[in-house]
């Protein structure tokens, strides 16, 4: 007894072939064949066929009734059939045509095609970071001449479909199911993963959230392709194509641009509030694809007991609209009071380089940067912060900077707006004072 492969059903996408710990199961001429010889029956395969193409005789297959499994039925290929030649030579140890020795995917063909951004959607709020990779993806898209579609997977979601077309998605794919109420790694990936097998995106997106780094790994493993973490920029190559995915590597010392040649779907992760938010266009529609979610409850070994909402400053670090961070150049906690009151003046929330959390001075919590958070505030000022490019990363898309240092030569200079070159213990009580005048006589610049 073997696994058996119905021809008719199969559209050769490999999910079986990787699903194998046998390696007992091949793409040949674009439809999966089994090797009699290694296949011992576990049935893994038939569980990630998109298609219920695979089936075990005598098994009913995991999403379908036992009644079409009729072995008369239609042109299924039973395992009594003669094996085809492509088997045989597989068999005789003959050169294996892998699914990975077939030529590299085209870069914006038709096999693997779209532009995808997994919408985050837990406890009834949505993660922003949605809707600003939306606006990212339609630039993709755009670039490559594709569509872009949005993901949501949940239990009672359809509220989130409006604003997914709302923020620019033509397509939108769900999965709603009581299993997916909480947000649990098993049944996501599994969720996401079977959508991805079915259509095959070519691109697919999902922001660096604590829920999007535990996510993303576990689907390009199953998916075996490459993941591109906390990317900063993301682009289209004129030439070929490709998603160009950069982010800072080696310590942050340089911003590599990485690229995902041969494996599909290409998958990156992006930092909340690093792309902009595009326009959100009401009454904008789209198609809805639903998809059935074949798992129950009894196949994942975690449970949700209680959510806790996390009390975090960094929870609102990332929506500030006005920051004041500070660096080592103020030299002592006792001098915090300096930013303190400029913050105060401003209604600012404060923040800092890692130096500062080093010293103590401010929680890890309240850092910016490439180890710390991500923000895009309306005004950052930072004082006394030389501006490494770990700490850039974090802000440098602020909407206005403004850099108080007194080495003419930092690098906060260059990303700044308005570069106060001097000692910041005259300039910050200066602009205190300035600034509480001005706002108690409601100047408004
Ligand atoms: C893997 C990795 C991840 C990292 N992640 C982060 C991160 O997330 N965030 C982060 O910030 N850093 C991060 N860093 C650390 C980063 O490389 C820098 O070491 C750090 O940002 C320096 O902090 P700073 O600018 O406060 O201190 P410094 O680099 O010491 O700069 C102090 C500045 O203050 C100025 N100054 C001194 N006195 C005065 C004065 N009286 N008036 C005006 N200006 C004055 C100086 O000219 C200087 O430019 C990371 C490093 C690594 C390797």
Redesign the pocket.
Known sequence: MTVVVDKTKCIGCGACVMECSLEALDIVDGIAVVDPKKCQDMGNCLKVCPTNALSLPNQPQPNKPQEELDPKAGSKFNFKDPLPDSVQDYAQGNEKKTIRAQEAPVAGGTVWSGVWVIIEYNNGKVAPVSWELLGEGRKLADAIGCGLCGVVTGHLVDTVIPEAFAYGAEKVYVIDHPVLKDYRTEPYAEAITSLVRKYQPEIILMGATSIGRDVFPAVATKMQTGLTADCTVLGIDSGTKLLQQTRPAF???IMATILCRTSRPQMATVRPRVMEMPERVEGRTGDVVREEFSFNESDFRTKVLEFIPSDAKSAFLDKAEIIVA??????AKRNMVLAEELADVLGATLA??????EAGWLSHDQ??????VTVRPKVYIS?????????LV?METSDFIIA????PE?S?LKVANYGIV????Q?VPALTAEFKKRLQHGVAN
């Open positions: 310590g942050g010392n500070v660096g080592l150049g103020i030299g800092g380089s890692r130096g500062a959390v850092q910016v940067g490439q180890s710390g004082i006394g912060i030389s501006g490494a490019i770990q700490h974090g108080i240092n007194n080495d930092a906060i001097g000692d910041l213990f300039i």
